[in-house]
């Protein structure tokens, strides 16, 4: 396996996890996400891993933005992981997944008979996340006077209980992430610019995976072992062929798309060598990926037609056999044969210019 720089998140204590559930609701611990690495090493990466180093052990306010499924609640995780708060609960909080008139009663909590259903006080989430970290996840979605309550949060570290009349001090440390463009919400007036600004005190930009290619052998890898183990099943290899190919996809669904198409192949596996159906790939390259992609395309096609033309040189023009093209390739005939059909190599005129060499015709006549 490819070398990969890697976070080891650790694993909560299981008395931690136990007073956290009896504490709140069990959709907010994520227990699959307790053990998640951060494979990859590209440069890119690397510069996030740095930030999250340094922001970990300070008290930070942090705004992760980035495309969906670039890894934006692994590195909140990863934080928190980090941080003083480590043994402390970690509450995942989804803006947009709240309807809009109950958001603050979920964040903040409510006393009894504050509005109608309201049978009992309910504890929110800042309050359930006591001494640990909150994440915001699209954050951008929160109405407006949820924005002015978080903001107060944030400057002032106490809150109100929807109903409620008493200040209730808070020390919570607060990660958001979006990926909305924040700015644009500024100006068309549906995000507050102070919010912003208390938020934005030390910005992480996720870099997508078209932006980070380099680590997609290792994620494949990192995956592949994760849903092998996890199915029972033995895969010990995958061709540079597929990684070629998944290197070339322009991933609109990043890293959790990439993630999908694997356990979906590693289902379908049956063999000890790990393959894709193609038709599960993203086909429609961005346009900015076009060119490059092409490019990179052409440069394949003639590398591995300089490689089987050498090859069918050496081999006078014979494919099969033991000193055939085949055999000095290290590849079945099939794909050779059907690479020369591809490619439009003359395999005759390999044959043809060993039989003039023979017939002792100079070189320059057949070129
Ligand atoms: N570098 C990485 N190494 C391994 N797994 C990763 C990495 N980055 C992301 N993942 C995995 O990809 C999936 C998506 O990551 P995550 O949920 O953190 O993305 P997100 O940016 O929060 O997405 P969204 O914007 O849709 O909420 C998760 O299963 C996560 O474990
Ligand atoms: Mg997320």
Request: glycine residues 6%; aromatic residues 6%.
């Amino acid at each position: 396996m490819a070398s990969v720089a890697v976070i080891m998140a650790e694993p909560m204590k299981s008395d931690e996890i136990l007073k956290h559930e009896s504490a709140t609701q069990p959709e907010e611990i994520d227990k699959g996400a307790m053990c998640d690495e951060i494979v990859g090493s590209s440069g890119a990466l690397q510069k996030v891993l740095s930030l999250v180093s340094k922001v970990a052990p300070t008290d930070a306010t942090v705004l992760i933005t980035g495309e969906t499924g670039t890894g934006k609640e692994l590195v909140a995780r990863a934080i928190h992981r980090r941080s003083r708060r480590s043994s402390r609960a970690f509450v995942s909080v989804n803006c947009a997944a709240i309807p809009r008139d109950l958001i603050a009663s979920e964040l903040f909590g409510h006393e009894k008979g504050s509005f109608t259903g309201a049978l009992q006080r309910r504890l929110g989430r800042f309050e359930l996340a006591a001494g640990g970290t909150i994440f915001l996840d699209e954050v951008g979605e929160l109405p407006i006077e949820t924005q002015i309550a978080l903001l107060r949060v944030l400057q002032e570290h106490e809150f109100e209980r929807v109903g409620g009349t008493r200040s209730i001090q808070t020390n919570v440390r607060v990660i958001a992430a979006t990926n909305r463009n924040l700015q644009a919400a500024i100006g068309a007036g549906t995000f507050r610019s102070d919010l912003f600004y208390r938020l934005n005190v030390f910005p992480i930009e996720m870099p997508s995976l078209r932006e980070r290619r380099e680590d997609i052998p290792s994620l494949v890898e990192y995956f592949i072992d994760r849903y092998a183990k996890k199915l029972g099943k033995n895969i010990r290899g995958v061709s540079s062929r597929t990684l070629e190919l998944f290197q070339s996809c322009p991933w609109p669904g990043n890293i959790r798309e990439l993630q999908n198409v694997i356990e979906r192949s590693v289902i379908m596996c049956e063999t000890q060598n790990f393959s894709v159906d193609e038709t599960w790939l993203p086909r429609q390259p961005l346009a900015s990926d076009c060119q490059s992609q092409s490019d990179f395309s052409q440069k394949l096609a003639a590398q591995e037609k300089e490689m089987i033309e050498a090859a069918l040189s050496e081999s006078r023009g014979q494919v099969f056999g033991p000193s055939g093209a085949a055999a000095i390739l290290g590849m079945p005939r099939s794909t050779v044969e059907s690479k020369i059909r591809s490619l439009k190599i003359n395999k005759n005129h390999f044959k043809n210019f060993a039989a003039r060499l023979s017939r002792g015709s100079c070189l320059e006549s057949v070129l």
